[in-house]
């Protein structure tokens, strides 16, 4: 038997999908698990397909699955992000030679990525971490896919034609959804953030669910063909697509629409809180993500639910109804969610670029970035057409929002926005994520903001030193005075 191009390690979901996904495009590949029942499990559910002949099932331990994919082989990790890929790698590494090659597709963080990039390197073992979206389904029939490491020569000649045969491809040209992203942990750093702009996705349309529920006092069905009509127009996504879908399923028990009997408590695995954590700590400073931070606090306080039932029974504060009209505000919900959509993205783009100069990354443009979730990842929509447009046009752009056919939707879609987060405030209805974009758009928007006062008050209490509109250098007025002398400041700190 011929040695299969590649292993994959790790049949749960994704991986057994994916290892169907390869098989099926006609790539060889073994497939392994640390218990050989999982592995006998996902070869036994396709051995009557006619690619189930490019599967080779491993069923004992990884010295064995070494034999059979080679010393210098390539092999794909699919397990838990942490402690279970570390631990693969443990055992794997010391049995390869020089010119082995790993690629991690778990949702690993970028920083263990590139550190373990350097580590095997230093064996001749060549080390990617790939991010993959798409869910199960993607895995099997076509994800977005965000390889980064340390050699791009290695990608294109061993990783490049696999990765694209089973990569989605965009229905506008065809062109599948995989680009090499970069440098050390570029690939789970991009997917990372990827992740976090699907939080912030996920958020407005729950909390435009909310409204319609709460304020408009809408059912799941109704709510569901508001869906369903969004999706038709600029806001066609996967997500708003889904929304519609998981509203319309009735409760098995037959007593109503499930969604209603789902306990509104969210969970988090990583990613979004990742994404904030490093927004806070890029040397350079402090990147703006409120739409990001909305949506994983949003996620934060659901899980709170005891203390948010107990505290809603002391407070008293419960939602009411809108007094406005009903076809009105939820015309004015689909242009806000669609502004403040792109306030989302925006704050995502600008932590990319910053991260690819800070982190030297040297990875593609924006353009190539959004152009490979135009298909098979969660956030695929048809806003991202636009975006892979915008930044073809102009890669140089400072922000999405500068954009021309996103400034004139920003600036025609601030008073539906507000509207929305008027009637939210009327009606008692929490929009975190939407009241986080219009306020990050209106900053961007203003030529001046109150940080001058802000910068007294330190000056104040803290002799941190100001600058002046009128004039160049650092200035400390001292307070404590009666006369409240103002001093200059030269760059060596000197009077």
């Given at each position: 038997?011929?040695?299969?191009?590649?292993?994959?390690?790790?049949?749960?979901?994704?991986?057994?999908?994916?290892?169907?996904?390869?098989?099926?495009?006609?790539?060889?590949?073994?497939?392994?698990?640390?218990?050989?029942?999982?592995?006998?499990?996902?070869?036994?559910?396709?051995?009557?397909?006619?690619f189930a002949k490019r599967m080779h099932p491993v069923l004992g331990d990884i010295p064995e699955l070494v034999s059979l994919a080679g010393k210098k082989g390539a092999y794909f990790i699919m397990v838990k992000a942490g402690a279970p890929t570390e631990e693969v790698i443990a055992q794997l590494a010391p049995l390869l030679s020089k010119g082995a090659l790993l690629v991690d597709f778990a949702n690993s963080h970028f920083t263990d990525t590139w550190r373990r990039s350097a580590e095997l390197s230093a064996k001749g073992i060549h080390f990617f971490g790939a991010g993959v979206s798409g869910g199960e389904e993607g895995a099997r029939h076509g994800p977005s896919i965000m390889p980064g490491g340390f050699s791009r020569e290695v990608y294109e000649k061993r990783l490049k034609k696999a990765l694209e045969a089973v990569a989605a491809k965009a229905p506008q040209d065809g062109k599948p959804c995989v680009a090499f992203i970069g440098a050390g942990g570029a690939g789970h750093y991009v997917k990372m953030v990827h992740?976090?702009?699907?939080?912030?996705?996920?958020?407005?349309?729950?909390?435009?669910?909310?409204?319609?529920?709460?304020?408009?006092?809408m059912d799941a069905l109704s709510i569901a063909e508001v869906f369903e009509a969004w999706n038709k127009g600029v806001l066609e996504s996967y997500l708003i697509e889904i929304t519609s879908e998981v509203l319309k399923q009735e409760d098995p028990f037959g007593k109503g629409q499930l969604v209603d009997f789902i306990l509104d408590s969210a969970r988090m695995k990583g990613t979004g809180t990742w994404t904030v954590a490093n927004s806070l700590t890029l040397p350079s400073g402090v990147v703006a993500i409120p739409g990001i931070y909305a949506a994983v606090e949003g996620r934060a306080i659901s899980a709170r639910r005891a203390e948010r039932v107990a505290l809603a029974k002391k407070l008293g504060i419960s939602s009411r109804r809108y007094s406005g009209d009903r076809q009105e505000l939820i015309d004015?919900?689909?242009?806000?969610?669609?502004?403040?959509?792109?306030?989302?993205?925006?704050?995502?783009?600008?932590l990319m670029q910053l991260a690819n100069k800070e982190y030297s990354f040297g990875g593609p443009d924006i353009s190539t970035l959004a152009s490979i979730w135009r298909a098979g990842c969660i956030i695929r929509a048809k806003l991202l057409g636009d975006i892979t447009r915008a930044y073809a046009k102009d890669a140089k752009l400072s922000s999405l929002l500068a954009a021309p056919a996103f400034s004139k939707a920003i600036t025609s879609g601030m008073e539906s926005l507000a509207k929305v987060c008027c009637a939210a405030a009327e009606s008692r209805v929490p929009l975190m994520a939407f009241d986080a974009s219009r306020n990050y758009i209106l900053q961007y928007a203003s030529r001046q903001l109150p940080a001058n006062l802000t910068q007294a008050q330190r000056d104040f209490f803290g002799a941190h030193t100001y600058e002046r509109t009128d004039r160049k250098g650092a200035f400390h007025t001292e307070w404590g005075t009666k006369k409240r002398k103002e001093a200059y400041f030269n760059q060596t700190g000197q009077r």
């Open positions: 038997m011929a040695r299969p191009q590649f292993a994959m390690i790790g049949m749960g979901v994704m991986g057994s999908a994916l290892a169907k996904n390869f098989a099926e495009k006609g790539l060889a590949i073994t497939i392994y698990n640390r218990t050989a029942e999982k592995t006998k499990q996902a070869y036994d559910a396709v051995k009557h397909e006619p992740n976090a702009i699907e939080y912030a996705d996920m958020q407005l349309i729950a909390e435009a669910y909310d409204l319609m529920r709460k304020a408009l006092g004015a919900l689909e242009q806000a969610l669609f502004t403040a959509k792109i306030a989302c993205y925006a704050q995502g783009i600008e």
